[in-house]
């Protein structure tokens, strides 16, 4: 161009309503796309309540512990004095058994529950956590959500529920 | 566009000079620079068909950012390939719009890719040094068409499916290879998950990328040996050099843009008005449904199989088809050097014109093959026709016989469409 495009007003004005064209099409094609890339509402299920696929009698190696709580892997623990008070036959006190959102607040990896430490571990990073799913060493930066356990059934045999409070 | 050194300028250079100096020093942008600014177009009576490349490199680009965002919802298997489209068209924000632009832009593409071929044969731009810009072009072509048939599949819709079946089959009947060219397409005797999953890898691994080195040859070649200007305007203005021109940028770069716009905005519209349909999931094993017919830009071949007799001659009919088709491309590749003089050059003027007007009324007739649908398919027809001769216009001289016939024919067209028109509008 032979002459300075801001040398005259009207060339200026031009200019500028080839560049807000410009803008408003970027505009125009971003705003959809943006839009298909939010992801499509979930399709797990936001159940509040579930029963876990085993019974008290099969912990603490139970098949199927963590389970599907929500889409969110839910791990089971029975603690060392529900495991004593089972296998004497007596009945389980609250807190016996345990329930916790199996996602360790570090990096998102699955936990698992360790019966010879008596602890809750994550295997990416070594992260540790005690029974009330409190972190005790490692890198995790806060605790295991813990959910609340119900028992219901004959002795020895109970289903265990487990459910959201909020 | 000069570029000053910072130092030189000192303080007073802005931060968008610092910032644009700074990049141009370490991307060593001075050899783009001085080619943008020594690239022209000539301007002549055929230089609109200049703007054809441009929009289809821009319905490419709309294809592959279409694509890659459809990618990320799609689901390659039989049992969740339909389900997933569908979550697209209904779950997903916007979904539909970028099915339908994807649909859309390809078959837009397919259109602006003949039309790019038949004016580009039609100025000759074949000529020497540039046949090899010819031949990459003629392979985009097949590698889009295949690129349409491939993604056809991809839904998983009864018409998807026994389209690809057909397709396949017609693969299968060249002699020789054919067996073992329709057990690698198909991957094993029928269409199933393994087709499904062979055509999506070749969707959208393995023609992209062969795409993107023949696009880069085909490409580099344009800029090498710039724009070919027709012979007849070369003997007009009597020597290239005094053919008038235009600097490619901004000039004609901004009209190109206006070329992009033209085509967005159809594209916008059409994915907007008319959304792509799904369709019915496909089911293996029942009939094929009624009316189903390819992409309209194999309507042509598939009305032609439809219209052979089982045997010719004690070949079989299909199999001629076939073979026949498949010399047609290899003529259309090898054109360049087939052009050897003002006789071959008849004949060949002679074969493109059958070929078009072959392609005009076997499209129309395959489009709506119903004879109570005979309107519809004449005024098609004619609009077909309307089209590919208005890209003679530039051709012919004013005044001479050979214009006012075109004229006389245009003409005429228009007057068969305005009529049918009414016909149908009347019935």
């Not at chain 1, 430490?117 to 060493?137: K, R, W």
């Not at chain 2, 070919?228 to 005094?242: D, K, M, Q, T, V």
């Not at chain 2, 843009?257 to 159809?266: D, F, H, K, N, P």
Request: glycine content about 8%.
């Amino acid at each position: 161009m032979d002459t300075d495009p801001g040398s005259s007003s009207r060339r200026r004005w031009l200019l500028h309503s080839l560049q807000a064209s410009f803008a408003a099409t970027v505009a125009a094609i971003c705003y959809p796309v943006l839009r298909f890339l939010r992801p499509r509402p979930a399709t797990v299920s936001g159940a509040m309540e579930v029963v876990a696929p085993f019974r008290v009698n099969q912990l603490p190696n139970a098949p199927g512990n963590p389970f599907n709580f929500g889409g969110k892997p839910c791990l089971v623990v029975l603690t060392p004095e529900g495991e004593k008070r089972l296998a004497r036959g007596e009945r389980l006190q609250p807190g016996d058994i345990r329930a916790f959102n199996a996602i360790c607040t570090h990096m998102d990896c699955t936990v698992h529950y360790r019966p010879d430490h008596g602890d809750i571990f994550c295997s990416c990073h070594n992260g540790v956590y005690d029974l009330n799913g409190h972190n005790v060493s490692g890198p995790p930066p806060r605790p295991l959500e813990t959910y609340k356990v119900t028992l219901r059934g004959s002795p020895g045999q109970e289903e265990i529920v487990v459910s959201r409070t909020s | 566009m000069s570029l000053a050194p910072v130092s030189a300028q000192g303080e007073k250079a802005s931060w968008k000079q610092r910032l644009k100096a700074f990049f141009v020093e370490r991307l060593g942008l001075e050899a783009v620079q001085s080619l943008a600014a020594k690239k022209t177009v000539p301007l002549h009576r055929c230089t609109p068909f200049y703007f054809l490349g441009g929009m289809a490199l821009f319905l490419f680009l709309v294809q592959i950012v279409s694509g890659i965002l459809l990618a990320l919802y799609y689901k390659p298997s039989p049992d969740q390939a339909f389900e997933s489209v569908r979550a697209i068209m209904t779950e997903v924000e916007f979904g539909w719009l970028i099915r339908s632009a994807h649909s859309w832009s390809a078959n837009l593409l397919i259109g602006i890719l003949f039309l790019h071929l038949l004016t580009t044969y039609m100025m000759r731009a074949y000529r020497r040094p540039r046949e090899i810009t010819w031949i990459t072009g003629v392979l985009l072509l097949a590698l889009f068409m295949a690129f349409g048939f491939s993604g056809y599949l991809l839904p998983w819709n009864q018409l998807a499916f026994f389209a690809t079946r057909v397709g396949t089959a017609i693969v299968g009947v060249v002699p020789g290879i054919g067996h073992s060219l329709l057990l690698l397409a198909r991957g094993g005797e029928e269409v199933t998950g393994d087709t499904l999953a062979r055509f999506y890898a070749i969707h959208v691994v393995v023609l992209p990328l062969v795409t993107f080195v023949v696009l880069g040859i085909h490409l580099y070649l344009v800029q090498k040996h710039g724009m070919s200007i027709p012979e007849r305007e070369l003997a007009r203005y009597g020597g290239p050099e005094r053919v008038p021109s235009m600097p490619f940028v901004p000039h004609f770069l901004l009209r190109d843009i206006v070329g992009w716009y033209l085509a967005l905005a159809l594209l916008a519209a059409l994915a907007a008005l008319f959304p792509w349909e799904l369709g019915e999931k496909a089911d293996p094993f029942g009939a094929a449904p009624e009316g189903i017919k390819p992409e309209w830009y194999f309507l042509f071949m598939y009305q032609t199989l439809k219209l052979l007799p089982p045997y010719i001659a004690g070949f079989e009919g299909e199999v001629l088809g076939v073979l026949f088709f498949g010399l047609c491309g290899l003529v259309v590749l090898v054109v360049p050097f087939l052009d050897r003089g003002p006789r071959s050059r008849a004949v060949l003027n002679g074969l493109a014109a059958v070929a078009v007007a072959f392609f005009v009324v076997m499209t129309a007739w395959a489009f709506f093959p119903n004879p109570e649908q005979k309107v519809a398919c004449i005024m098609l027809g004619t609009l077909l026709s309307f089209v590919s001769l208005t890209l003679l216009v530039p051709f012919a001289d004013q005044r001479t016989p050979a214009y006012r016939l075109l004229i006389g024919l245009l003409g005429l067209l228009g007057l068969i469409f305005v009529g049918a028109a009414v016909w149908e509008l009347i019935a």
